[in-house]
């Protein structure tokens, strides 16, 4: 067995509760290959040829490249797969401006005019050195900058050479692979077919990895962070990918085979009849409606949380607009995306959050300013505020919405508040704007609701006073947990460290949901856990009723709620906040899903 970190299983449907793939041939990616100058996810190897005679047309040989590579990735961008995905649009785009950055031109034609260098041989050694270049970088998110740099360096290399490499690539693939390596490129990851590659295992990556991300977008079951991978894979080899041990078996011999067939398939009876019941309510055993929404970044986004029935959208990241154009969009161009988005929704509710820029949203309109903690720096709110007119154009746009919408339809968050000052000049310049369109003469609504994101410490401490200020918290757990446990969720180094099942978190969410109730406002959870089965009994029996989540896994989350007693689970889960430790508590947490048949 190779065992990995206790960094959570990424599963796109049930997480944490079944097997998603079974025995498999293997396909290894990886230091042990010949790469020619494919991208093995660490370096790109160089194949020396005969230099060029003319440098010229070397220059114009690259240029066409560049331009093929760009005409490529604009036409990804059209794929269903990656438009309905906002996370994965964002990487592609950010591929396009790698892409068109002059310095990389310059440097790379530089290198064939003054050192005589062939296109490849330039292209291969100006990438290695940018990648290096960010690999060696303190900060985590910049280091995962040479994944998509390598990236586009294959890409460019292929077209340089006008014929894809004759090894075997992921294109070719046969029916029922595993594929394991060190790290994927995003492009690597979209010629992996979900109905014919069975999981992906890699050594390095986070959970907001790339290739994790793509994994859970694309329905592939995916390790990370696997101990010695590629020193124990061999090509041909068979292997399961067990989900719910976080674990990859090479070679099993029969007798754990047959197990795990068994185990396939009683998760695939599981898994029709959870979608048997997909249109059936979200109520506990006990009568106790709870609200599963969806987090949506674009319009198709809309389509899924329509299709797996949820209960409209609890969180729509509007930071996509600014993170895939030239130019700042219009109040105009924002009402209609705005607009076209709550008329997908029927009768549904939808939550705006304004901009969440910065930290790992970097956008190039924003000047792509490097700071040492992005996570802790200008970002959110703190952008919006120092950026009157950007923030005034957004909310002019959901005022809007809002009046062309149904009433009470539409709510507004402010995301990352972390200071009451904060918090009141947000309120002010909604209240601003609000009364400079009644004297233009443009439609807004009489009350907007206005929310506020909990992920700082600071404001989850004092929750009680923040509750009289807004008509509704929603509870960033992602930033929560790596602020309050001072772990930086983009570093494989730490990413052990970072626990939602540590006591102080969890004390810290029941005592938001507790001053939600005193202060009689709606509260609701959004971040990665909200949509991971294995915490949804912690979630509700610490009091939460509204969980938001990738559209995907409501149907997963909905058959739990189905199966359980509202006023049991409160009873199970009380004891677990006197323990003392995260380990204590995954364990007690593990028996009390064990006991009600949830695993």
């Not at 036409?75 to 649009?89: F, G, Y």
């Not at 995962?144 to 890409?155: E, Q, V």
């Not at 009364?435 to 009489?446: A, D, R």
Request: net charge negative.
């Amino acid at each position: 067995h190779i065992h990995i970190r206790p960094a959570p299983a990424l599963l796109p449907e049930i997480v944490g509760n079944g097997i998603l793939a079974l025995e498999s041939r293997v396909f290894a990616v990886g230091e042990n290959r010949p790469a020619g100058h494919a991208v093995d996810g660490k370096s790109i190897r160089h194949c020396h040829i005969p230099l060029p005679v003319d440098p010229e047309a070397e220059i114009e040989r690259f240029k066409v490249a560049l331009d093929f590579s760009r005409n490529e990735i604009a036409q990804m961008l059209e794929m269903p797969q990656i438009k309905s995905s906002a996370e994965i649009s964002g990487i592609f785009q950010a591929h396009l401006v790698l892409i068109d950055d002059p310095d990389l031109a310059k440097e790379i034609t530089k290198r064939i005019r003054q050192q005589s260098q062939d296109c490849q041989s330039a292209v291969t050694k100006v990438i290695k050195d940018y990648s290096t270049f960010f690999r060696n970088l303190p900060d985590p998110q910049f280091q995962s900058k040479a994944i998509d740099i390598l990236d586009i360096g294959k890409r460019i290399l292929k077209n340089c050479q006008k014929s894809k490499n004759p090894k075997t690539t992921m294109e070719e693939l046969e029916e029922g692979m595993i594929v394991l390596a060190e790290d994927l490129t995003p492009s690597d990851m979209m010629t992996l077919d979900p109905s014919r590659i069975l999981g992906i295992a890699i050594e390095e990556g986070t959970s907001t990895s790339h290739a994790a991300i793509m994994a859970r977008s694309l329905g592939i079951p995916a390790l990370i962070q696997v101990k010695d991978l590629m020193k124990k894979a061999e090509d041909g080899a068979f292997a399961i990918i067990d989900g719910a041990s976080e674990q990859i078996i090479l070679n099993p011999d029969e007798v754990l085979k047959r197990k795990y067939q068994a185990e396939f398939e009683e998760y695939r009876n599981r898994q029709h009849r959870m979608y048997a019941l997909l249109s059936e309510p979200s109520i506990t055993k006990d009568g106790v409606d709870i609200q599963l929404k969806a987090n949506v970044g674009q319009l198709s986004d809309i389509e899924q949380a329509v299709t797996n029935k949820a209960f409209g959208v609890g969180l729509y990241r509007t930071e996509f607009a600014y993170l895939t154009r030239r130019t700042f969009p219009t109040e105009d161009e924002l009402f209609e995306s705005y607009h076209e988005a709550v008329e997908k929704l029927g009768d549904n509710p939808m939550v705006i959050r304004t901009i969440d820029l910065g930290g790992d949203k970097i956008s190039h309109l924003m000047g792509n300013y490097a700071e040492r903690n992005p996570e802790l720096g200008w970002r959110a709110i703190r952008i919006s505020l120092e950026n009157k007119e950007l923030f005034v154009t957004q909310l002019r746009a959901i005022l809007r919405t809002a009046a062309a919408a149904k009433k009470n339809q539409v709510h507004i968050l402010f995301p990352m508040i972390s200071s009451m000052e904060e918090l009141h000049k947000a309120k002010s310049t909604l209240a601003e704007v609000h009364e400079q369109m009644l004297k233009e003469g443009i439609s807004v609504p009489e009350h907007l609701k206005i929310g506020m994101m909990v992920e700082v410490p600071s404001v989850a401490i004092m929750a009680d006073i923040y509750a009289k200020e807004v008509d509704f918290f929603a509870i960033g757990s992602n930033d929560l947990v790596q602020y309050t446990l001072a772990v930086d969720r983009t570093n494989p180094k730490v990413t052990h460290l970072y626990k939602p099942t540590n006591p102080a978190v969890l004390h810290l969410i029941k005592n938001i949901v507790k001053a939600a109730e005193r202060n009689n406002i709606k509260v609701c959870i959004c971040g990665e856990i909200a949509g991971d089965t294995r915490y949804t009994v912690l979630l509700l029996g610490l009091g939460l009723r509204e969980l938001s989540m990738n559209a995907v896994l409501i149907p997963a989350v909905k058959n739990i709620v189905r199966n359980i007693s509202y006023a049991e689970i409160e009873k199970l889960v009380t004891p677990l906040l006197s323990m003392t430790s995260s380990e204590d508590i995954e364990y007690a947490l593990n028996k009390i899903n064990t006991k009600l048949g949830l695993l």
